[in-house]
């Protein structure tokens, strides 16, 4: 099947299941596992689940079985205010639920890579990393507008997990963070990766290579 056939697929499935526009979370679950089965493919259908169900739910359960979330897949969707996925779950792309609503955040250990910008803009003020990660990849500044994984949020407090060994630039700038906890096993923050927090101090590995702007100016970094 082409994109646009699936697509067309989809909308018929969403009329069947509902009278109006409203979706509901379960309708939603639903809509994404017939996606799924239509194409075979859960990279692809979960890009297009996203699109046609765009500013109408404000949960999203990713279906157990899904291996990776595509670039952009719920981007921009507006109304999501809670995510949940899948233990089955190991990739997360660029842009994936940028500028969200999303509050609150788990990602569950089987994830390995989360590509730039995936929840950036949202609302996150607690937040669980996966224990499988190790390195979080640097943003870019892009016409004044930072793209870093967690790039402008409302984190207050941080645990980044025994495993991470580097956290790029811009990975959670912008946020409103005044405590930050960092495993022994970090060996590199780069430029930026904390830009504009409201830390005063932090504890950093001995033997961490802190680029220059890692943390905001007059934050007093520990080695111990």
Do not use: W
Request: with cysteine.
């Amino acid at each position: 099947m082409t994109k646009q056939e699936i697509l067309q697929a989809i909308q018929d499935d969403i009329a069947t299941k509902t009278q109006t526009n409203s979706i509901t979370p379960a309708i939603l679950a639903q809509i994404i596992v017939d996606a799924v089965s239509l194409a075979g493919n859960v990279k692809y259908d979960l890009d297009i689940a996203g699109t046609i169900c765009n500013g109408r739910v404000s949960t999203i359960t990713i279906p157990e079985g899904v291996t990776e979330i595509v670039d952009d897949g719920f981007r921009q969707s507006t109304e999501i205010e809670e995510v949940i996925l899948p233990s089955t779950l190991t990739t997360i792309g660029s842009f994936a639920f940028q500028d969200n609503l999303i509050k609150t955040l788990t990602i569950p250990d089987s994830v390995t890579s989360i590509d730039l910008a995936a929840f950036a803009i949202n609302q996150i003020s607690s937040l669980t990393l996966s224990s499988s990660m190790t390195v979080y990849p640097s943003g870019t500044e892009n016409f004044g507008t930072n793209d870093g994984i967690f790039d402008s949020n409302l984190l207050t407090s941080l645990v980044i997990p025994v495993g991470v060994t580097e956290i790029g630039s811009y990975v959670f700038a912008n946020n409103l963070l005044t405590s930050l906890t960092l495993p022994n096993t970090v060996v590199l923050i780069r430029d930026f990766a904390f830009l504009n927090n409201s830390l005063t101090s932090v504890d950093v590995p001995t033997g961490c290579v802190v680029e220059a702007n890692a943390f905001d100016g007059g934050v007093t970094v520990n080695f111990v």
